[in-house]
């Protein structure tokens, strides 16, 4: 017995405003791929959002680091470093009037 999947994809319409230089790059692809302008965006988005995606913001990136340095060498820190991290990072609780 054969089956047969069908699935539905809704396509939205945007419009954005590219320079110059890009639509030539996507006329380009597009001819030498044989694809519409149109897949070559959307494979240009997915791949470029994805990659966004990934790296995060360079703060993130750095926590990520970190965290992976601790794990890697079974570090642990103080049970109350939430509470208390002004404390532990800056020596004063800023929380209170001095």
Not at 13 to 26: A, F, G, M, S, V
């Amino acid at each position: 017995m054969v089956r047969h999947v069908i699935v539905r994809f809704t396509m939205l319409k945007t419009y954005l405003y590219i320079p110059e230089q890009l639509e030539k790059k996507i006329k380009l692809t597009a001819r030498n791929q044989n694809k519409s302008k149109a897949e070559v965006i959307r494979q240009a988005l997915e791949k470029g959002i994805n990659q966004v995606a990934l790296r995060g913001t360079a703060s993130a990136q750095a926590l990520q680091k970190i965290a992976e340095i601790g794990k890697k060498f079974n570090l642990k820190g103080p049970k109350d470093g939430s509470d208390n991290m002004d404390k532990y990072l800056w020596g004063k609780d800023w929380s209170k009037d001095e």
